[in-house]
């Protein structure tokens, strides 16, 4: 069950959800990512509160902390990755290993779908995120190359860019996905996506297609204090 505290942060949190489904938020960061300082125990705490069922950690070109917190936290993670390519960024979930920062963009896709993994658009047509182009997410599309698409980004301000993302997605056919892409531990269950439990990438996106969008802007920085975050060796700068 969620807190009173994250209620009142993401009122959302206190509604019911159908029987057998869960709620998982496929767009969120640790302090592996560089420029996030969530560490283990607080995401542990965060997690709890906000009562997610599925996260999937994306950190920026960096797979270590997914691999670690995997067994650590209190619900189910799902490994993933938001990739630097040379046009912007995607996102690869349900991966084993790393891959490298500026790989082309088509090849990152296909090295994403050869371990298995789904391909997940962020934050797209945001232009103040490191969104792909237009036209890059078009041939990405046209190439088959695009599991899932994000229609709702808690960061993300104009509630017409997350139609937008929406449109683009009913058109051509794709999944729609959410996620808080939180980087501050409050962050943790303003966006998420209600669906069906699932078992493997297969039925991921299988089930992804009867869930629902649940979520609301959430953008607050984290309140300034001296902290220090250990070092993180898997890092590789934006």
């Known amino acids: 069950m969620p807190s009173p505290e994250a209620v009142a942060r993401h009122p959302h949190l206190a509604a019911e959800r159908p029987t057998g489904w869960v709620r998982v938020d496929m767009h969120s960061h640790t302090m592996w990512s560089g420029d996030c300082t969530t560490t283990p125990e607080e995401l542990h705490t965060a997690v709890l509160a906000s009562g997610l069922d599925v996260l999937c950690i994306t950190d920026h070109n960096a797979v270590a902390g997914a691999e670690r917190l995997a067994d650590e936290l209190p619900c189910r ?101 959410a996620g808080s892409d939180a980087h501050v531990p409050d962050a943790f269950g303003a966006v998420y996506v209600e669906m069906p439990d699932f078992d493997d990438p297969v039925s991921f996106l299988s089930a992804l297609r009867s869930g629902r969008v649940v979520g609301h802007h959430y953008d607050k920085a984290r309140a300034w204090s001296p902290r220090i975050v250990p070092s993180v060796p898997d890092h590789h700068p934006r």
């Open 77 to 177: 993670v799902i490994i993933g990755e938001e990739l630097r390519v040379g046009q912007g960024e995607i996102i690869g979930l349900f991966i084993s290993e790393r891959i490298p920062a500026g790989t082309p963009l088509l090849e990152a896709a296909r090295m994403i779908r050869d371990q298995g993994g789904v391909v997940y658009i962020p934050h797209p047509f945001d232009p103040m995120r490191n969104c792909l182009s237009a036209s890059a997410i078009d041939e990405l599309v046209q190439e088959g190359l695009v599991d899932a698409f994000e229609v709702r980004n808690a960061k993300t301000s104009l509630e017409s860019l997350n139609r937008q993302a929406g449109e683009y997605a009913v058109t051509h056919g794709l999944a729609a996905g």
